[in-house]
C-alpha cells in the first residue's frame, strides 16, 4: 500500500489532523481502543481493534523515523509544484473503507440490540420461539448487502477479506 495513502488513512481512523503530537497520537488511540475492543468495546469484532492498533504503529513508525520532526507535516504548509513531493496530506476519501465502518457499526448494534431483547438468554434460531431473530435477520440483511458489494466492486481492497468473514461469522443467524 502507498505510504503516503496509508498515512492519510491512518491520520483519518484516529480523528488527527496533520501537525499532530506524540501526546495526541496517544490519547486519540486509548479512546479509540475502549470503542473498538472487542472484549470492552461497542464492537464483538476484533476487525476495527485491529485497524486501530495498524493505523496507530503505522503513525508511531512515522514518528520514529522522522525524529528531526516534531509532529506530522502541517497542512499548512504551502506547495504550489504538483511534481514536488512531500504535499500535505489530506483526509482519506476511501470509500469502501466508510461503507465497512458504517455496515460493521450497524452489524454490532443489530447484535446488541438482539441480546437486550433477549435478556440474554440462550439463542434460540427457531424463528417460532425467538421473535427477536427474525428483527435481527432484517436489521442485518443491509449489513449483508453492503458485505456482498464491497467483496463484488472492490475484492482487491483491505476490506474485502474482513467483509468476507463478516458475511461467514454471521450465517449463524440462519443456521
Not at 79 to 96: A, T
Not at 118 to 137: C, D, G, T, W
Not at 146 to 166: C, G, N, Q, R
Request: proline share 6%.
Amino acid at each position: 500500500m502507498d505510504k503516503k495513502l496509508l498515512l492519510n488513512d491512518s491520520l483519518h481512523f484516529l480523528g488527527l489532523s496533520p501537525g499532530f503530537t506524540e501526546s495526541e497520537l496517544k490519547e486519540s488511540y486509548h479512546k479509540l481502543a475502549k470503542k473498538y475492543h472487542p472484549d470492552s468495546g461497542e464492537f464483538t469484532s476484533d476487525v476495527m481493534f485491529l485497524e486501530l492498533n495498524k493505523h496507530y504503529e503505522s503513525l508511531k513508525d512515522f514518528l520514529l523515523i522522522h525524529p528531526e520532526e516534531e509532529s506530522f507535516p502541517s497542512g499548512n504548509q504551502e506547495n504550489n509544484d504538483p511534481n514536488e513531493k512531500g504535499n500535505p496530506l489530506k483526509p482519506s476519501k476511501d470509500p469502501v473503507f466508510h461503507e465497512y465502518k458504517q455496515a460493521k457499526e450497524k452489524e454490532t448494534e443489530a447484535i446488541l440490540r438482539y441480546y437486550e431483547k433477549r435478556n440474554l438468554h440462550p439463542i434460540e434460531l427457531s424463528e417460532n420461539a425467538n421473535k427477536e431473530l427474525v428483527q435481527l435477520r432484517k436489521d442485518l440483511e443491509p449489513v449483508l448487502s453492503v458485505y456482498t458489494e464491497i467483496l463484488k466492486k472492490h475484492p482487491t481492497s483491505l476490506w474485502a477479506k474482513d467483509a468476507k468473514d463478516s458475511l461467514e461469522r454471521l450465517r449463524v443467524w440462519w443456521a
